[in-house]
């Protein structure tokens, strides 16, 4: 596949991911959920536990909340705290401290996000951030020491991390595979981590997912000047780990381990950048299949639908079985096989009933087994 192939791919699973999240978000929930738990050890259908966590790995954290999206935070914060929280405005102001964080000759600063500026600049530069005035950074005097201190600051001062305490067991399962050593998990735990993390960062809020993009984006690129400014990818995630993904309320004691333990997928994270926000190629697969099957009811006539045995819109349906994901991820080397998996099953599907489309539907679902055709 050619680069702009891959863009175009990209792309279109994205605008497709977003067409299904603004128009059904409750399936786009379920799906991305029940994707999340092929990869981890969850489950997706208790109403109570969002993060699909048995219930003995629940009394271990207490951060969860019963929630109406299952995304937000459900603390009661003081006006200070209060005026750090996320809002699209501020995201736009601290879009233009990113901005000139990434400019050349900042981003190579040695020792850049370890070094502190000046107190006094830092302060001043807060204040404006929190009261919305920011002004274009260039000429004002403030180095980028001063910006990326304000930076990290902010993220430090949000009432909870910005990857949320809702899913702060699933990440650590995430930490657990990354630092696993078992050889049979070891040679994929990459891909499995990859779509495990993309997952997770699909149930985040909508602005915590645009300024965590950002953020990434910038330490992705910090990484790239590493030469000049210093800063490796791990130097970079032990700096942000307790900013990003620690919950606030632990002691120094354990919020010390708990940053040692999750900084390296902080770092896994930036070093993989932008591919971070892209849409698991089997999560895509069934966002088209559900649209195809929509489509297909649409042409039924509602005598039909009720005959038809269908489950009921908030229950996920997937074209791959999971009996073993070992053998499944075998399968599944190219995403265009999945793709013509899923158009070949919605084209059984659209068949009138008869009996040839049993046949066909049975003889799928047998060869089927693990993903892809026998």
């Not at 000046?118 to 009261?131: A, D, G, P, V, W």
């Not at 991820?329 to 099953?345: C, F, G, K, V």
Request: glycine residues 4%; contains cysteine.
């Amino acid at each position: 596949m050619t680069d702009v192939e891959e863009s175009t791919k990209v792309r279109l699973d994205q605008d497709i991911a977003c067409r299904l999240q603004d128009e059904h978000p409750e399936q786009f929930n379920t799906l991305v959920r029940m994707h999340l738990s092929f990869e981890l050890d969850l489950n997706t259908d208790t109403e109570n536990d969002p993060a699909g966590l048995d219930k003995q790995k629940l009394k271990k954290w207490k951060g969860f909340h019963k929630k109406a999206k299952g995304c937000t935070s459900a603390k009661v914060t003081s006006p200070e705290t209060a005026k750090a929280a996320l809002t699209k405005a501020n995201i736009d102001d601290l879009k233009q401290l990113i901005a000139f964080l990434e400019q050349e000759e900042n981003i190579s600063q040695e020792g850049i996000f370890r070094k502190t500026g000046s107190l006094t600049r830092q302060n001043e530069l807060k204040n404006l951030l929190l009261q919305g005035n920011m002004r274009p950074l260039n000429g004002t005097g403030y180095t980028a020491h001063d910006c990326a201190s304000v930076l990290k600051s902010f993220l430090a001062d949000l009432p909870e991390p910005l990857l949320t305490e809702l899913y702060y067991p699933a990440y650590c399962q995430v930490a657990d595979l990354f630092h696993s050593k078992e050889p049979s998990i070891a040679s994929r735990s990459e891909d499995r981590l990859l779509n495990a993390l993309q997952l997770l960062l699909l149930l985040l809020p909508e602005e915590n997912n645009i300024l965590l993009r950002h953020i990434i984006e910038l330490l992705h690129l910090t990484i790239q000047h590493e030469a000049t400014n210093k800063m490796s990818a791990v130097n970079l995630a032990t700096l942000f780990t307790p900013h990003l993904i620690c919950p606030r309320k632990q002691s120094p004691e354990a919020l010390h381990t708990t940053a040692q333990h999750m900084s390296g997928i902080v770092g896994f994270m930036i070093k993989t950048g932008a591919r971070l926000f892209h849409i698991p190629p089997k999560l895509a697969t069934d966002i088209r299949a559900y649209f195809v099957e929509q489509r297909r009811r649409k042409t039924m006539s509602p005598e039909h639908i009720l005959n038809e045995s269908t489950t009921s819109d908030s229950v996920a349906n997937t074209v791959y079985t999971f009996v073993d994901r070992e053998k499944t991820a075998e399968a599944h080397i190219m995403n265009s096989t999945d793709t013509a998996l899923a158009q070949l099953y919605a084209h059984i599907q659209s068949l009138p009933e008869s009996s040839k489309k049993k046949k066909l539907v049975s003889k799928f679902n047998r060869q089927n087994g693990y993903g892809t055709p026998l």
